[in-house]
């Protein structure tokens, strides 16, 4: 079957970095996507990676090793808006997006 | 800066009853998407449709669902005799142009919460 896993949960402080893994298994594999979901509202883009390394957006980076089936999200320099659910997306050999549950990360002052 | 509406943004309906929610997706996008979000739970994928059809399922989506592109910019999904747990959110998202049909990022409605009662 198909399966992504990331932590259910994470908390960080206001100012530091956090570290979200994602790992997946996939029949095929066309990409990954990191989505951020405040709650209540609409999932919003947030990156996107299909070779192995390192891309980087301002506060925001994302890591992916195809090998490893394995993804971060790393983000610096926190801040309150950024509590929210980061949700790590695949798309496998038919295009279609398989969905993690999600990681809420709370940002304490 | 283009976005996907949705209308309603909140739907309260009666056990058995049939619902539409509606859709205007980006206008030059390609492939469209319902999304299911129950409270509290993973996204979890609908249908997506293409060219006037339907290209991809999930198990979730049987007889009791249907989509329709009725004219050029409007989408829908149409829930029969809806259920106690049918509950949730659901979102429409769109994807891809004419330059850049794969792998592009799926944009976000902002979702309409279905509360059966």
């Known amino acids: 079957g198909q399966n992504i896993d990331q932590p259910t949960e994470m908390t960080a402080t206001e100012g530091a970095i956090v570290q979200i893994n994602c790992t997946y298994q996939?029949?095929?594999?066309?990409?990954l996507f990191w989505y951020q979901q405040h709650a209540g509202e609409a999932p919003t883009f947030l990156s996107y990676n299909v070779l192995d390394g390192l891309e980087e957006k301002g506060r925001f980076s994302s890591f992916l090793s195809r090998s490893k089936g394995y993804s971060y999200l790393l983000l610096k320099e926190l801040q309150m808006k950024d509590s929210a659910s980061y949700l790590c997306a695949v798309t496998d050999s038919n295009y279609q997006l398989i969905w993690g549950a999600g990681t809420k990360l709370i940002i304490k002052p | 800066e283009p976005e996907v509406t949705q209308t309603p943004s909140h739907q309260v309906t009666q056990m058995g009853q049939e619902v539409i929610l509606r859709c205007v997706p980006i206008s030059n996008h390609l492939y469209f998407y319902w999304y299911r979000q129950i409270l509290g739970q993973k996204v979890e994928f609908l249908v997506s449709f293409y060219n006037n059809e339907i290209s991809e399922k999930s198990e979730i989506f049987d007889d009791q669902f249907s989509v329709e592109r009725p004219d050029g910019s409007n989408f829908t999904l149409k829930i029969r005799s809806t259920k106690l747990e049918d509950s949730a959110m659901y979102f429409c998202?769109?994807?891809?142009?004419?330059?850049?049909?794969?792998?592009?990022?799926?944009?976000f409605g902002q979702g309409t919460r279905l509360t059966v009662v």
């Open positions: 996939t029949s095929g594999f066309n990409g």
């Open positions: 998202a769109s994807s891809g142009t004419l330059a850049k049909t794969m792998n592009t990022e799926a944009f």
